[in-house]
């Protein structure tokens, strides 16, 4: 897995993940943590050619630095659940394959304190690349469960005793007024056609964001934003 960007880099040595990393000879005072780190680490740093970044990262903006990660550890639904501290809050990711959608969903859920992603093995986008440098290195500290079917992943969750809820832009109730300091998964579905049927039909309730403008929804991270920062707010 190779993962590019300066805060991406550095949450993945914090979080003890990097194996190699690849460094430019310029911007040596930007790069002088992610240096440090390595050596204290015992990493080990090579240094390459722009060019060379550039073809790894296939024109992403690497500031620099590239790494290769060891794989991530492997969760399932059970462990995302028996390892919160509290009340379960996890995110459900029904066939999100935006990769920039899918660091910036990460990215939230590192920053609401919430247990983890589940989502499909297919129909995703990867964790490498433009998504870990979307997450903001958030990628290597969040907890994700991969699972082959969503809907049956949605019955574990119920056996479980964690409620499931789906954002979908038709439902009746808001967001804001349902009780999430409950065992909660919030499902989002796929950039577009949103929540595929079974899985619309598989989740306990059905929510919306109230849209006041002349667009009819959010882009799926920022409601995913919405939603959790309203399960904080309430949990506080």
Request: proline share 3%.
């Amino acid at each position: 897995m190779l993962i590019y960007g300066l805060n991406p880099v550095l949450e993945a040595l914090r979080a003890g993940r990097v194996t190699s990393i690849r460094m430019t000879a310029g911007d040596r005072d930007r790069l002088r943590a992610v240096r440090q780190l390595a050596e204290s680490t015992r990493v080990p740093v090579r240094i390459v050619d722009v060019s060379d970044l550039e073809r790894e990262t296939r024109g992403g903006v690497h500031q620099g630095v590239v790494a290769d990660l060891r794989a991530a550890q492997e969760y399932s639904v059970q462990d995302l659940v028996s390892s919160a501290t509290g009340a379960p809050l996890l995110v459900v990711l029904d066939g999100i394959e935006d990769p920039h959608n899918l660091g910036a969903i990460i990215r939230t859920v590192d920053a609401c304190g919430a247990d983890g992603v589940i989502r499909q093995t297919r129909h995703s986008a990867k964790l490498d690349g433009a998504a870990a440098k979307a997450s903001a290195g958030a990628v290597a500290h969040v907890k994700v469960a991969d699972v082959v079917n969503i809907a049956r992943a949605i019955g574990e969750l119920k056996e479980a005793g964690v409620w499931t809820v789906g954002l979908d832009a038709g439902a009746s109730e808001r967001h804001d007024q349902i009780d999430l300091t409950l065992p909660t998964a919030i499902v989002l579905g796929a950039e577009g056609q949103g929540l595929r049927r079974l899985v619309r039909e598989s989740c306990d309730r059905l929510i919306s964001i109230p849209m006041r403008g002349h667009v009819e929804s959010l882009n799926v991270s920022v409601a995913a934003a919405v939603v959790l920062f309203e399960a904080v707010r309430q949990r506080n």
